[in-house]
């Protein structure tokens, strides 16, 4: 967490801009205009290449902690395995925190990597989503820098775009979708940060983002230094009545209010080309136009069409409605659908748990990645559709294995290692990758970075993580360097 409430710019583990300058170290390519990408041959020497017809990536912003989620320590000291338990799952062996008494019995369906591990323990969504070998601070708190690398939906997106452009495809819906809104966009306390957009490749490839219409059930208090803030925390609850529409297309130049406002939208489209010529402004256009004419896009966003039962599975809260969304979305032929945890409100909220640890764990964090996770999961799997469905459950780093000794307890930043679960589309089923050690700090068996999971993510997604991508200066790109596909995660 950056704070702006006066002096130097600090992360809430007390880091400062010079400090994390120093960490991210490398040096970084200018860019202008992306270039086609070079043809690669598919890696066939590994299983599961191919295997997903879509992604749906779900992101903890703030970052989940290992020893309450999917690597619990109930031996280590209290210090460090705090108040919940664990309970077995119904994978011999892989025992889950307590608080996530439903995942515990889908455990069968995925692949647990509790060894991810690197270097930098800030809120680095960059680095986590993107290819870039690391991210400087400065880089980080700066979205729109031309440097940044695309977002792993925005490479997919103009990849698939490249192999349809010859044969004339189009999708008719957006290949790179996010929910429930543009990514840190609903908070007040903080500077803007990097992470889901198009990067060097421009930004008619950010992700084409929803909007959220609807009200909160329940509320929260949430401060950060001299701001507060108590109103309905959409993350517990919110009403069934809510729902998602689509709010713009790409860099937030475009903009629909209502798709059926078709004569509206065009003129906006024409206006915005009369005044400011755009390389990416034609591809919004066509894009516009196939979406106002897909009965099964806008049909997507409807869930009167679920049952109850289906939409209690996931939870009646925004992360559980929005990964519903996102189901129906990928049903509809969305490619790669993203979906945010991400602060509401006030900065340091969301999975950042310095303070008010267990308190949020216990009655907001945990209840709602319960319920979603397991619900995507069992609904995919009885409709047919997880064998063809990637999905991934990411976060930027982990969370410190000692406790700290504030009001609720705390844990910080901590990226030495952590777990993420992949599920899906040729991953495993009932498996394990790596291990901890005893109180769920450091990597003791099969150390994986955050690019390697990014090159296995592609990998079953059919693209070839060596595949080259070319920046505004027409340098050859990598798109995961020095990384390689887990294949322990591979069906």
Known sequence: MIRVLGGPKRLCDGLTRRDLLQVGGASFLGASLAGRAKPAAASTALPSFGKAKSCILLFLYGAHSQIETFDPKPDAPEQIRGEFGSIP?????????????????????VTVVRSVSHPFPVHGVAYATTGNPSIPL?????????????????????????AARP?????????????????SSQRIGEVARAGPFGGFLGQSYDPICTEFVGQGTKKAKKTLASLSWDDYELYRGITPESRFRLGGLGGGNVVIDQLDRRKTLLQQLEDVRRGA???????????AHRLLQSESFRRAFDLDEESWDTRNLYGMNLFGQATLTARRLVEAGGRFVSVFWDEYGLAGTGWDTHWDHFPRMKYELLPGLDMTLSG?????????????????LLSEHGRTPQ????QGGGRDHWSRCYSIVMAGAGVARGNVVGKSDRIGGDVVDRRVSPKDVLATMYHLLGIDPET??????????????DAEVIPEVLA
């Not at 997919?156 to 490249?162: A, F, H, K, R, S």
């Not at 406790?403 to 504030?406: D, S």
């Not at 080259?468 to 360097?481: C, I, K, N, S, Y």
Request: proline share 10%; aromatic share 4%; glycine share 8%.
């Open 167 to 183: 044969a004339g495809r189009q999708s008719e819906v957006p290949r790179n979708l996010q929910l429930p809104f543009a990514f």
């Open 277 to 287: 010529p755009d390389p990416g402004l034609d591809r919004h256009r066509d894009m």
């Open 376 to 392: 995507l999961l069992l609904d995919l799997d009885r409709r047919g559709q997880l064998d063809e469905t990637l999905v991934v």
């Open 89 to 109: 799952s119904n994978v011999p062996g892989l025992d889950l925190c307590e608080g996530l008494p439903r995942l515990a019995t889908v455990m069968d369906k």
């Open 138 to 162: 400065a880089m980080e708190l700066s979205p729109r820098d031309p440097a940044h690398w695309p977002y792993i939906g925005s490479v997919v997106d103009y990849l698939d775009g490249q």
């Open 403 to 406: 406790i700290g000794n504030v």
């Open 468 to 481: 080259m991508l070319h920046d505004r200066l027409g340098r050859p790109m990598t798109l995961v360097p």
